[in-house]
């Protein structure tokens, strides 16, 4: 290379430091501080890395981000609500792994937020604070009868075949249980159903866990029911899910009432701008015309216009649903048309209730919490009346979506923190180091990613030995005792 094309490099290397130089003033400036920006996420599910990786794109470079969880499991209702036949939807994990393996983030496992450390503590230790530990609970059904064993939401049934660690850990009895009734039709109801209808073998290697594997294979298992207060028309399901469940080989579908496939005219322009809800109408059309090839081994009945208004039972368990036929009505205010009652009853036989009728978040103490919506009142994701504190996901929006719009809402309240940065990020915060000593005085030991990565290698090590993806750890004692190669 001549002097020339040095001169030129050297020139260009010179511009690149001060251009660099000057960008790191201007962040600074910007900031009011020179150290870097502190932020503290609550929840590792998909919304909170989402939200991590764009304030690492977004934020000044060098910016610190700490995710809290709860458990000492990372990735929320990827890990936890995501179906075990469905490894596919579960791949961004590995980005998630990924961003923490390679510093982005820094993760506290077992650290609960309102018990182990306050919202307030954290507001004081960190620049800004998001929210995004999603809806954990379960809603459930005000039907008479509720109490009886065996009926439960679909959030605990979910939590049971995947394993997840939890205080209070929940029992299914499967034996005996020949009919299963599913009040709900959305995709998590939809998801229930296929892991209740699916032949075994269909779910060797999954990562389902193994006691309720076993419970689901050894039990009589004839028939599933969903119930649906509103008509085809009006399903919350999307197709692919559904025609997932009705092109199960060895189950014939049966669609309840007859003639509700034949749509009136109000349903039809209710649908009329819906793409989603025209082929949820045709899977459910085709299904009815497929050829009996007598290889059925167990029935799905889908029935509309159908609620349920009292569960049955003998010894305490339940035993069948009294179930009361509706019809649609004219929405309010020009709304989409509700479910009324008829006053017409039938009864169905069931051993086995789940109530899939949406999740419910949990109020956090220090930030304000509508029942009605169960959200965290927000403006594009800044919390109403807090500067330094943001909301994304379920705990946002409410319960609704799949993983990916958990994308779209983290750049939507990441583009609201880069333009109040001025407002909460103008002072100097102890962060991380903070966070650490606090724990520390209380004795409380968080579950680091390297600590993490032990109860992974353990769970990954006893699924191969079981001839399956994973074998997940239920206990949270457990995952604690050998994160800390105890």
């Given at each position: 290379m001549n002097i020339l094309g040095r001169v030129g490099e050297r020139r260009v290397a010179i511009w690149n430091k001060a251009r660099l130089l000057f960008e790191n003033r201007a962040v600074a400036f910007s900031t009011g501080v020179a150290e870097p920006v502190k932020v503290c996420i609550v929840g590792s599910g998909p919304a909170g890395f989402y939200s991590a990786d764009k304030i690492a794109k977004r934020l000044p470079d060098g910016c610190h981000i700490d995710i809290l969880e709860a458990l000492p499991c990372p990735y929320g209702l990827v890990r936890s609500g995501v179906a075990p036949d469905h490894p596919d939807t579960k791949n961004v994990m590995h980005h998630f792994q990924d961003m923490m393996e390679k510093k982005r983030v820094e993760y506290f496992g077992n650290v609960r937020v309102g018990k182990d450390?306050?919202?307030?503590?954290?507001?004081?230790?960190?620049h800004a604070v998001v929210l995004a530990y999603g809806a954990g609970g379960g809603k459930r059904l005000s039907v008479e009868g509720s109490g009886l064993k065996n009926i439960m939401s679909a959030r605990d049934f979910v939590n049971w075949y995947n394993g997840h660690p939890s205080d209070?850990?929940?029992?299914?009895?499967?034996?005996?249980?020949?009919?299963?009734?599913i009040c709900g039709l959305g995709n998590v109801a939809l998801d229930c159903a296929r892991v209740l209808l699916k032949k075994p073998e269909d779910m060797v290697g999954t990562d389902i866990s193994t006691k309720p594997y076993d419970a689901i294979r050894q039990s009589p298992i004839e028939r599933v029911r969903i119930l649906a207060r509103r008509g085809p028309a009006q399903a919350a399901c999307t197709p692919k899910e559904l025609r997932e469940l009705l092109q199960l080989p060895h189950v014939e579908t049966f669609v309840h009432p007859e003639g509700c496939l034949e749509l009136t005219e109000t349903c039809k322009k209710e649908i009329a701008s819906s793409r989603i809800h025209k082929r949820v109408v045709d899977v459910l059309t085709k299904s009815q015309q497929k050829d009996d090839d007598g290889m059925k081994q167990k029935e799905l009945h889908v029935q509309f216009l159908s609620s349920p208004v009292k569960y049955v039972g003998s010894h305490r368990t339940v035993k069948g649903v009294i179930a009361e036929r509706t019809e649609l009505a004219p929405g309010r205010d020009g709304g989409p048309q509700r479910a009324i009652g008829t006053g017409e009853m039938e009864e169905f036989p069931c051993q086995l209730v789940i109530e899939s009728v949406g999740y419910l978040a949990e109020p956090l103490e220090g930030a304000p919490f509508d029942p009605k919506t169960n959200t965290v009142p927000n403006v594009l994701g800044k919390v109403v009346d807090a500067d330094d504190l943001y909301v994304c996901g379920w705990l946002k929006r409410g319960p609704s979506g799949i993983i990916g719009t958990n994308l779209v809402d983290a750049e939507q309240t990441v583009d609201t923190m880069v333009r109040h940065i001025d407002i909460w990020g103008s002072s100097q915060k102890p962060g991380r180091q903070g966070l650490m000593e606090l724990l520390e005085s209380r004795n409380h030991q968080p579950i680091t990613y390297e600590a993490w990565k032990r109860i992974d290698e353990e769970e990954i090590s006893r699924g191969q030995a079981a001839g399956k993806l994973r074998e997940k750890l239920t206990s949270v004692e457990d995952m604690i005792s050998i994160a800390n190669n105890q």
């Open positions: 450390v306050s919202l307030d503590e954290l507001r004081g230790l960190y209070a850990p929940v029992h299914v009895d499967m034996a005996g249980v020949k009919d299963v009734l």
